[in-house]
């Protein structure tokens, strides 16, 4: 009996751990980089975006937590959040990968990123 429950529990926590794979694909996707000229004219408020590219200083604005990200096609202000930095120590040369959403000035229409989250690239 000791077994049984044993072997029926064995075989719970192991469909647990379960993780649903498409056809087709042996890895979980990435998601797609963008660019910053294709967050500047395509993306709408609040759309997910991915970049890579560099952080090449902060913005000289009010908030401390505003910068300059540029890639090959752009530049774009981004706005960081102390805890999305989680440490990492990034300078002007260090490639990151930021996630976050477009966000839409609604009286001058210009636009930025809200990062809320931070890779460096290896």
Known sequence: MKKLIFIILSALSLSAHAEFVPEGNSAPSRQQVNTVHEAKTEFGDNAHIVLEGF???????????EYFFK?????IKIEINPDVWRGQKVTPQTKVRIAGEVDI??????????????????
């Not at 952080?55 to 937590?65: D, F, L, M, Q, Y």
């Not at 890639?71 to 530049?75: K, L, M, N, R």
């Not at 210009?110 to 690239?121: A, G, M």
């Open 71 to 75: 890639d090959d096609t752009d530049t």
């Open 55 to 65: 952080i090449t200083g902060s913005a000289g604005t009010i908030n401390p937590e």
């Open 105 to 122: 000035n609604r009286f001058n229409n210009s636009r930025e990123i809200e990062v809320r989250r931070l890779d460096i690239v290896k």
